[in-house]
């Protein structure tokens, strides 16, 4: 299992400049490591980044184009691989797998004293066996002995990718506004350097 930032650090390291990345929901926090890139953009819907990921590819073919998604997110639009192997994309999709509607676990961990509800997943699909059923590749770097080279690889190779990457459910993603709290009173951030 890797770490988000593991992962986000291989991404940087193997990303030209021009690359755009969607991201959805654990990844926001990608903005930490390049916080002056503009080929980056935050979506708040689930589901939606790989749409808006594979409209940037057939617009702008040669783009490169990375998409960071949540396992539920994915869920809510997995025919998307279905468009990605017909139009054999060169998008690479790295689902960040952590078995919960993350963001909902840790609102429900940080501000409404552990009461856990809709948080969990009882099934966990093999998500790489399921991009293969569309005819898009995939790697799962559970499985992988390198899962950093294997993620490296897997963003060289051109064409889509489903990429799986398990990420552990205690990893938070902040830092994180209280609901109904102000900017100043974010948790595991520089407030100030917001202000
Ligand atoms: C269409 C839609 N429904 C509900 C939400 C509220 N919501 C925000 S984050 C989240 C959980 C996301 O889970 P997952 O995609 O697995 O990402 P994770 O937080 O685990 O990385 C939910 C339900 C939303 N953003 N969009
Ligand atoms: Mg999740």
């Known amino acids: 299992?890797?770490?988000?930032?593991?992962c986000f650090r291989v991404l940087a390291s193997h990303c030209p400049d021009d690359?755009?990345?969607?991201v959805y929901s654990s990844a926001f926090d990608w903005v930490r490591i390049r916080p002056?890139?503009?080929?980056?953009?935050?979506?708040?819907?689930?589901g939606?980044?790989?749409?808006?990921?594979?409209?940037?590819a057939l617009g702008q073919p040669g783009r490169r184009i990375i998409v960071l998604d949540g396992d539920g997110s994915l869920l809510m639009n997995l025919s998307e691989l279905a468009t990605a192997a017909e139009e054999e994309v060169d998008v690479k999709l790295v689902l960040f797998n952590n078995g919960l509607h993350g963001l909902v676990h840790q609102q429900q961990a940080l501000f409404l004293g552990r009461r856990f509800?809709?948080?969990?997943?009882?099934?966990?699909?093999?998500?790489?066996?399921?991009a293969r059923g569309f005819g898009v590749p995939a790697v799962d770097l559970e499985t992988a002995s390198d899962p950093a080279a294997e993620l490296a690889s897997a963003l060289a190779r051109p064409g889509p990718c489903l990429i799986n990457a398990p990420i552990a459910e205690e990893e938070?993603?902040?830092?994180?506004?209280?609901?109904?709290?102000?900017?100043?009173?974010?948790?595991?951030?520089?407030?100030?350097?917001v202000l």
């Open 117 to 130: 509800i809709a948080d969990r997943f009882r099934a966990r699909p093999d998500f790489a066996a399921l």
């Open 19 to 22: 690359v755009v990345v969607a």
């Open 172 to 193: 938070q993603v902040l830092p994180m506004v209280p609901p109904g709290g102000a900017n100043r009173e974010m948790i595991g951030g520089q407030a100030d350097a």
């Open 36 to 46: 002056h890139a503009l080929n980056y953009f935050a979506v708040g819907a689930m």
């Open 1 to 6: 299992m890797m770490k988000r930032d593991q």
């Open 48 to 56: 939606l980044a790989s749409s808006h990921a594979l409209g940037l």
